[in-house]
């Protein structure tokens, strides 16, 4: 086992330990604006870090762990997050543009503004994560438990949520155009973002009552 890191290694520090393919843990280190860029951070720990701005373009970060770190407008297009955890903390505004989180585990963290298109995450978990304007167009979130997700604003559109299960999420004023919830189960959803004129691509979903009143009224009918 190495001892956790707890002064900010140099760009040069990095550079080496990465080349020693030993797994290090890196602990309440201002490691802002840095750049990871192509290194293997291969089951690395940053926990309680300060990540602002840091820059983990194409680098691989497969069984990384991400603890509390504040890691507003940092870099990850091309990153390997293949069972990557990223558990608290502060993501806003970061870049994950075509990276891979196949099989990561994402949850009780901030992604508002958050850049996940072209992402690959098959198998992703998420859970308690603020995606508050985030941009996640093409995701495939299907036969997912979504649980406590705020994608208020978010861009969804073309997003797959067939047979997912919604349990106290928010979809208030989320683009959802081209999205597919067939099977899905949305009645622990706020449906705020959801026209009537969508209807074919709910085939077979579940929804409460209100939620099919609330709908309904969108079309000038009342039910009784």
Known sequence: MTTPITDPPTQSALERLSKAGQPQ??????????????????GWTFEGCNLSHADFSSTRLERSHFKGCRATGANFPGADL???IIDGGDFSNSNFRGATLSSANVMRCKMT????TEVRA???TVHEVLFVMAAISGFSF?????????????????????????EDCLLQDARLHDCRFEGADLRGANLGGIQIS?????????????QAADLLSQ???QVL
Do not use: P
């Open 25 to 42: 843990t890196l602990r309440n280190c201002d490691l802002s604006a840095l750049n990871f860029s192509r290194l293997d951070l291969s």
């Open 82 to 84: 293949t069972e990557a």
């Open 113 to 116: 503004g958050t850049e996940m």
């Open 122 to 124: 098959l198998d992703l």
């Open 142 to 166: 299907k036969k997912s438990t979504l649980t406590q997700i705020d994608f208020s604003e978010a861009d969804l559109r073309n997003c797959d949520f067939r047979e997912t299960v919604f």
């Open 198 to 210: 969508d209807s074919k691509r709910y085939k077979g979903a579940i929804i409460s009552k209100q």
């Open 219 to 221: 079309l000038g009918l």
